[in-house]
């Protein structure tokens, strides 16, 4: 499935430049990347994996107590289990949301898809290639924006492309004026407001042509009337941008209202309980009875 028209929050009109976006641009949608992820498992070392050589000399000097609590603690499993056997196709210029109970291993998969992790099993392929590393085409927008507060927005935006020798400043002005901050461009990080601090770090991550474009939780500190006004701006950048999007995301409305697939997953280690496609233009009619039906429907699979 190739990005069509997006599903976006009824609040604004940014639906409709959305719409406006996917029909002019149906030729971008093959910008956005294929993922797949294949038999993936991950686990994290606990702390107690950590090898101090000096600890047995340590336990001779201490209480039998303390070494009997010692004991156990070592005998505990030295692997934090955080994915089981995740399998997931996502198809170029797809929306996926990922939603999952707290601490699951929603922000693991998303630094396994952006290079920051290695999965313990399996492997991550985006677009035919295993991913090994790093990569600007893959791009992480966090919940907090962690733009540089000693430069300007400009600067912040500037700084990936700079930092790799390829500044192209026409690039940097078209990635501020799309996320709306061209009248701010010379503004300091500490003088923006929350919503523009994430527009801020969305051009940033813009600015790199994203083929695959991974948030997590962009919204989670803002406002109600931001994240509705921002979540309509994301909507609209995918539908004209055509990258691929991968949400992670607390927020069952959102996640219906912007995706074509929710993806539920288990508690840790997750794997996927239910993949559920998100009818077409459906997000945009959140009084559809099919739209509540599914959102009760998650929420039950969630355990809400
Ligand atoms: N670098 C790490 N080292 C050890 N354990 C980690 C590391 N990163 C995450 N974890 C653990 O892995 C589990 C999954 O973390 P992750 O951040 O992927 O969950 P999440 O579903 O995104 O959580 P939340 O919804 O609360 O943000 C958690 O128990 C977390 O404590």
Redesign the pocket.
């Known amino acids: 499935m190739t990005a069509s028209t997006p599903s976006t929050a009824s609040t604004t009109s940014a639906p409709a430049q959305a719409d406006a976006a996917a029909t002019s641009t149906t030729g971008a949608a093959s910008r956005g990347a294929r993922v797949r992820l294949a038999g993936i498992s991950h686990h994290?070392?606990?702390r107690h994996d950590v090898d101090h050589g000096w600890v047995p000399a340590l336990m001779r000097l201490v209480s039998p107590a303390a070494r009997a609590r010692y004991e156990a603690e070592s005998a505990k499993p030295d692997q934090?289990p955080?994915l089981d056997g995740i399998d997931l196709d996502i198809a170029p210029g797809e929306f996926v949301s990922l939603v999952?109970?707290?601490?699951?291993?929603?922000?693991?998969?998303l630094?396994l898809l952006s290079g920051l992790?290695t999965p313990s099993q399996g492997s991550v392929v985006v677009d035919g290639e295993a991913v090994t590393g790093t990569a600007p085409e893959r791009a992480l927008a966090f919940q907090d924006a962690t733009l540089l507060p000693w430069r300007t927005v400009r600067e912040n935006v500037a700084l990936g492309p700079q930092a790799r020798g390829r500044l192209e400043p026409r690039r940097v002005e078209a990635a501020l004026q799309v996320v709306g901050l061209r009248d701010f461009a010379d503004a300091y990080p500490t003088t923006l407001s929350g919503g523009m601090a994430q527009r801020a770090a969305l051009a940033r991550a813009l600015v790199n042509r994203p083929r695959l474009f991974l948030l997590?939780?962009p919204f989670g500190k803002l406002d109600a009337l931001t994240r509705l006004t921002l979540q309509d701006e994301i909507a609209s950048l995918w539908a004209s941008q055509g990258f691929t999007a991968v949400l992670?995301t607390?927020d069952v409305e959102e996640a219906l209202r912007l995706s074509n697939r929710v993806i539920v997953?288990s508690e840790?280690p997750?794997h996927v309980v239910e993949d559920i496609r998100v009818p077409e233009g459906l997000g945009r009619d959140e009084a559809a009875p099919e739209f509540q039906r599914l959102r009760r429907h998650i929420l039950t699979l969630l355990g809400r």
């Open positions: 994290y070392p606990l934090l955080v999952g109970q707290s601490g699951c291993g929603k922000s693991t998969i630094r992790e997590d939780e992670v607390h997953l840790r997750a």
